[in-house]
């Protein structure tokens, strides 16, 4: 069972927005990181406590005239609540960029079940010559600052052609907590064509990781279709200096 954290009002979140970027949403901005050449909008997404009176503002920043490759981002502010409203901690723009059409697909995630730490999950996907794939970015919520910590494979599907002799295949995925000392256990699961013509079999595949050096580092290497050989993860380390 995934946990959850209490549900915060539309008020609290638009104050905490203004508190942050120091007007209501949509807020249209540049791009701080460069990855884009286009303005974004931004949105608020959720409001997620902490602990001890500081919360996490997760934003998305989507290019509305990007072009079907352009990625959207997702932003992280950190406030305190005082008596008299909140404190603005920092804003670290642009953390994790996911998504597709300047990231109008993007969504995201909390969970409070994978350790002591929230973890903020960035997902995307991108369809491209019959071939769509999905990844998650994910960052920890630690109280003096998100961290990236990767970007791991969450599902993929290559439905081929007639006349294609590639493998074809179909695979999605659950992130589950682990006993052991590992973070997390990725479980996937599908079917897989190794050519045109054989006969379609049942893929499944864990693959379990830890952090070291303040990255996701892979402990059970798996083989996905149509991935290289495991999926290491990417997008480590975190930028550190709010704005």
Same mark, same amino acid.
């Given at each position: 069972m995934v946990a959850h954290a209490?549900?915060?009002?539309?008020?609290?979140?638009?104050?905490?927005?203004?508190?942050?970027?120091?007007?209501?949403?949509p807020v249209v901005v540049h791009p701080e990181t460069?990855?884009?050449?286009?303005?974004?909008?931004?949105?608020?997404? @959720?409001?997620e406590p902490l602990g001890r009176n500081r919360f996490a503002l997760i934003t998305r920043e989507v290019a509305h005239t990007g072009g079907h490759a352009a990625a959207?981002?997702?932003s992280v502010g950190y406030l305190e609540r005082r008596s008299r409203g909140w404190r603005r901690v920092g804003n670290w723009r642009e953390i994790a960029w996911?998504?597709?059409?300047?990231?109008?697909?993007?969504?995201?995630?909390?969970?409070?079940?994978?350790g002591a730490t929230p973890l903020l999950l960035v997902n995307g996907s991108h369809l491209g010559q019959g071939y769509l794939d999905g990844t998650a970015v994910i960052v920890r919520l630690a109280r003096d600052g998100p961290k990236v910590?990767?970007?791991?494979?969450?599902? @993929?599907?290559?439905?081929?052609? $007639?006349?294609?002799?590639?493998?074809?295949f179909s695979y999605r995925s659950r992130i589950v907590p682990t006993a052991r000392r590992a973070l997390f256990e990725v479980r996937y699961a599908g079917w897989e064509e190794p050519s045109a013509g054989a006969?379609?079999?049942?893929?499944?595949?864990?693959?379990?990781?830890?952090?070291?050096?303040?990255?996701?580092?892979?402990?059970?290497?798996? !083989?996905?279709?149509?991935?290289?050989?495991? $999926?290491?993860?990417?997008?480590? $380390? !975190?930028k550190d200096a709010p704005t």
């Open positions: 209490p549900p915060v009002g539309d008020v609290m979140l638009q104050s905490a927005f203004v508190a942050v970027w120091g007007e209501s949403a460069g990855k884009a050449a286009n303005d974004l909008t931004v949105t608020a997404l @959720a409001l959207g981002a997702v996911a998504g597709e059409s300047g990231g109008g697909n993007l969504t995201i995630a909390v969970r409070r079940d994978l910590l990767g970007r791991i494979p969450t599902f @993929a599907r290559y439905d081929g052609s $007639p006349s294609d002799v590639l493998e074809t006969p379609r079999r049942p893929f499944r595949a864990r693959a379990r990781f830890s952090i070291r050096d303040g990255c996701l580092a892979i402990e059970t290497p798996v !083989a996905l279709p149509g991935e290289r050989p495991s $999926p290491e993860p990417e997008d480590c $380390p !975190a």
